[in-house]
């Protein structure tokens, strides 16, 4: 497709053309030709997503905004577990239930719904998710569930996992749902329907804060006042801690300010974090309000969140390793 950038690809493209698994009647269900683990419990993890970095590179004429990130994943999760069937519902528990809202808006059954207006015939049943991410923090927690329910309904309906429907639904749930699909470190642009091939990254012990303040992507949005960025990409991505930790300085979250103008509490976090002994670097991630702190090993991150945890007992804090 031109006017590309190289190394960049299409993930998924409306004009695309129909290979045999579009067309209607084609319906694999060799799970085990297909790589997916036979007999397995129908139970994926929906990875917590990180924006390392992320640029506001213009805004198009239908409002929405083009951006440019380098995203990595913790290994922290919601669960979510798919007792099949051919109707679809949904039980939520964890301790994040109850700031979810009413099952039927949620993007695990419109994920259910995208898929089933692109396959036509699809097996669903009910899907139980145990919310342990924050709700509307920045890191991607409901596009992770609407990913990982797509990986589930591949399984279930004999779905390769490269097949272009699973790629459509995932863009029209929402703009992370994509890169969320594999969970692999990357490069995301455009309004998430591109992405790099996968990065090798270095291990990025870390730990997550969140205020516990939900802060809506729209409304840091709003408050977005920032010259767009222009089209200078990002390349040359480091593979090793130190280069990470030197890049990462100069590419920054071009909407902190805007959340910040949206949650003032931010800037607490944000000074709580440097104050950490052995801190590499800290940042926002997403629209916020959750911010990271970087650290060279998992045993300074771990000390990090168990001292925060004492200390900001309202606060959600977690060691993690980003990858």
Not at 14 to 35: I, S, T
Not at 66 to 93: H, K, Q, T
Not at 212 to 223: C, I
Request: glycine fraction near 10%; aromatic fraction near 6%; proline fraction near 7%.
């Amino acid at each position: 497709m031109p006017g590309l950038v190289p190394g960049i690809r299409v993930f998924y493209s409306y004009n695309a053309g129909m290979d045999d698994r579009d067309k209607p009647g084609h319906d694999p269900v060799d799970a085990c030709h297909l790589g997916y683990p036979v007999g397995e419990p129908l139970i994926e993890k929906a990875r917590a997503k990180i924006n390392l970095t992320l640029r506001v590179l213009a805004r198009r004429e239908d409002g929405y905004h083009e951006l440019e990130s380098l995203v990595a994943f913790a290994d922290l999760a919601d669960r979510l577990e798919l007792d099949p069937g051919e109707s679809a519902s949904l039980e939520i528990a964890g301790p994040f239930a109850g700031a979810c809202g009413p099952s039927s808006d949620n993007l695990v059954l419109k994920a259910v719904t995208a898929l089933r207006n692109r396959k036509g015939r699809l097996r669903a049943g009910r899907f139980t998710l145990d919310k342990n991410l924050p709700v509307a923090a920045g890191i991607g927690g409901g596009s992770a569930d609407a990913a990982a329910a797509l990986r589930l309904l591949a399984r279930v309906n004999g779905m390769a996992a490269d097949d272009p429907r699973l790629a459509s639904a995932a863009l029209a749930v929402g703009a992370d749902v994509p890169v969320c699909l594999a969970s692999k470190p990357c490069i995301m642009r455009g309004v998430g329907e591109l992405l790099s091939d996968p990065y090798g990254l270095p291990p990025l012990p870390a730990v997550l804060v969140n205020p516990g303040v939900p802060l809506s992507t729209r409304d840091v949005f709003a408050k977005f006042f920032g010259a767009p960025g222009g089209k200078n990409y990002l390349t040359n991505v480091p593979l090793t801690f130190d280069g990470m930790i030197g890049f990462l300085d100069e590419h920054g979250n071009d909407l902190t300010q805007a959340a910040i103008a949206c949650a003032p509490v931010i800037i607490d976090v944000l000074m709580v974090l440097r104050a950490l002994p052995a801190v590499q670097l800290v940042r926002m991630s997403g629209s916020g309000p959750t911010c990271f702190a970087l650290f060279r090993s998992a045993g300074e991150a771990e000390n990090a969140a168990r001292r925060l945890q004492v200390e900001r007992k309202e606060w959600w804090v977690c060691a993690t390793v980003l990858s």
